[in-house]
């Protein structure tokens, strides 16, 4: 249930309004934005009459039941409009959000070594990517293969954002290891593979980092924003929506089918910022370029690529990850898109249109 107030509504009487809800036994919250306030109402609201919570105040514009199972997700709950993820980071605050430049992230599946983290990210900051990313502790699907360095690889990714500036998104797999990859991170990743462990959700809706879900291989678009809801419903409220490609019937040509459709069903939808990565979302280097300007024309407001130094020698996801080269010829032609999109920081290089015809 969302209680819309008048603009203008006196702060006194949202604030009694609160408490005579919360008397009733609901949990509200209060949601300031730009011209309005609105009263989210969590709790057992079903036998709620909305005629009577109108009459509960003159300063009540409507109130309206949100019938999806998510709330603090919904775009309802959030006056119907954005809501942005703002990263502190040593370059300064990234924005990510419907009404921003798309923010891009940009780095190995695994960090591997200290020379390798160290040059990947000098690379991506200069092609104009805001985040290095980068997993020390991965979910690989044998028990056989890297496993990743763990705190080491924590250790080279702080290395890494001394040396870049730039903002790090690493993997957290088990809750044992929040704290310390809480600590590096400036934000936490979660994987396809553990979209639904709802207690790892708790435990990072529970702490301060901004969250990144990603959508799980097999999860419809309620699973996965009820997965954000775990998160919030524990208080953070800075998650942003990752797009990774779902399981489909053909994976003799693609790894995962790239779902560019929710970009604009997310719209409607949720509030949430957007991501999509078309890296996982394709596994193979070749395609990431055109389905990344998809996601950009679709709306998406970041972007997350594998980029690696020597792909043919990665310890995971190889044949996924773009070059140091081919992520900068590529961020020139994504300044096309961006710009056509009103959506790109930097200005477009003089060589971005004849690359992209060439
Ligand atoms: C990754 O980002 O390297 C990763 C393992 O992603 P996903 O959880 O989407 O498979
Ligand atoms: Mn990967």
New binding site residues.
Partial sequence: MIIAMKSGAPTEEIERLCQEMTSRGFTPEKIVGSHKVVIGLVGETRSLDPDAIQDASPWIEKVLRVEKPFKRVSREFHHGEASEVKVPTPNGVITIGEHHPVVVVAGP??VENEAMIIETALRVKAAGASFL?G?AY??RTSPYDFQGHGESGLELLAAAREASGLGIIT?VMDAADLDKIAAVADVV?V????MQNFSLLKRVGAQDKPVLL??G?AATIDDWLMAAEYVMSEGNTNVIL?E??IRTFDRQYLRNTIDLAVIPVLRTLTHLPIMI?P??GTGWSSYVPSMAKAAIAAGTDSL?I?VHPNPSKAL??GPQSLTPDQFDQLMKELSVFGHAMGRWLEPISEDSHTSLMA
Avoid: V
């Fill in positions: 599946c695994s990313r997993g991965k979910p993997e990743q994987g396809a593979r553990n990603k959508r291989m990752c990774r490609g990565d890296s996982h997350m594998e995971s996801d």
